[in-house]
């Protein structure tokens, strides 16, 4: 039995995780990115989506993989869904979504929903944020709003 060093092997892991992660919008720093999303509305629970206008080929993630595909009340007589199917039923025509409503009978958890264009580029955002303290979706997208410039995506 071959035994492989620990740092290989975390090394491997990695790779294998990034190599499964879209590569970003061209010409961004997706660290950069991420960085400013996480100050603006970063939190566990949240997942941001960027997409291609047309096609909707995902090409950044902010969030982990399980966060990503949780589905929630969909809000607004909207049925339960995840932030990929926010992102791929969202009209192209349209300004956007904002939206928020609770998830615990008791009003202690909510979620909030975003989507809609990015600015000056041929690129569209969905984003989810659940929990105790969680943003109402118009919050989310101002502060997206903000994030996205400040990391060169205007």
Same mark, same amino acid.
């Given at each position: 039995?071959?035994?492989?060093?620990?740092? @290989?092997? @975390?090394?491997?892991?990695? /790779?294998?995780?990034?190599?499964?992660? $879209?590569?970003? $919008?061209?010409?961004?720093?997706?660290?950069? @990115?991420?960085?400013?999303?996480? %100050?603006?509305?970063?939190?566990?629970?949240?997942?941001?989506? @960027?997409?291609?206008?047309?096609?909707?080929?995902?090409?950044?993630?902010?969030?982990?993989?399980?966060?990503?595909?949780?589905?929630?009340?969909?809000? %607004?007589? %909207?049925?339960?869904?995840?932030?990929?199917?926010?992102?791929?039923? /969202?009209? $192209?025509?349209?300004?956007?979504?904002?939206?928020?409503?609770?998830?615990?009978?008791?009003?202690?958890?909510?979620?909030?929903?975003?989507?809609?264009?990015?600015?000056?580029?041929?690129?569209?955002?969905?984003?989810?944020?659940?929990? %105790?303290?969680? /943003?109402?979706?118009?919050?989310?997208?101002?502060? /997206?709003?903000?994030?996205?410039?400040?990391?060169?995506?205007?």
């Amino acid at each position: 039995m071959v035994r492989w060093p620990a740092a @290989l092997t @975390l090394s491997a892991a990695a /790779l294998l995780i990034f190599a499964c992660s $879209p590569a970003g $919008p061209e010409g961004v720093d997706t660290s950069v @990115l991420d960085r400013e999303i996480g %100050q603006r509305i970063g939190d566990p629970s949240t997942c941001v989506l @960027l997409a291609e206008r047309v096609s909707r080929k995902i090409v950044y993630r902010y969030g982990t993989n399980t966060v990503c595909a949780r589905t929630y009340p969909g809000c %607004q007589d %909207q049925p339960e869904r995840t932030v990929e199917d926010l992102l791929k039923g /969202l009209d $192209p025509t349209a300004e956007g979504v904002a939206i928020s409503c609770p998830t615990a009978a008791d009003g202690s958890r909510s979620v909030g929903w975003a989507a809609g264009p990015v600015a000056g580029r041929d690129l569209v955002f969905g984003a989810v944020m659940e929990g %105790q303290r969680a /943003l109402p979706g118009m919050i989310m997208t101002d502060r /997206l709003a903000s994030a996205f410039s400040a990391a060169g995506l205007e």
